[in-house]
């Protein structure tokens, strides 16, 4: 729906940008490829984050579920590592190799 949003206001702004007569043609068609470029580019970085985020996701419900998850080549499970929501990493736990060790979660496959 925000994509559809997002393209009615972009054909809005090129419909507007018809009517300025003062620009040239080449001139239309810059500021056109300077904002499809913008537009572009926002459109990229959302799905990329979304790409993360569903990565981050799918290892926490691995970890929540129980099973191992492998961070930098390191094995990382409940009864070695803690996991803080906030900030989505992995502490070490006291009495194990790894106590306060600190592992992002989005090191993690």
Known sequence: MAY?????IAGLFFLVLHYFTELQKTQKMGVTAVVLGVILSAIFYNTYQNIQQE???SVVL???QGKNVYCNGEEVN???????????TFIG????PNYAQMIS???CE
């Open 4 to 8: 559809m949003a997002g393209l009615i």
């Open 55 to 57: 990565k981050m996701l």
């Open 62 to 64: 691995k970890y929540k």
């Open 78 to 88: 409940a009864s070695t590592h803690t996991l803080s929501i906030g900030t989505y």
């Open 93 to 96: 736990k006291k009495g194990t």
């Open 105 to 107: 979660v989005s090191s």
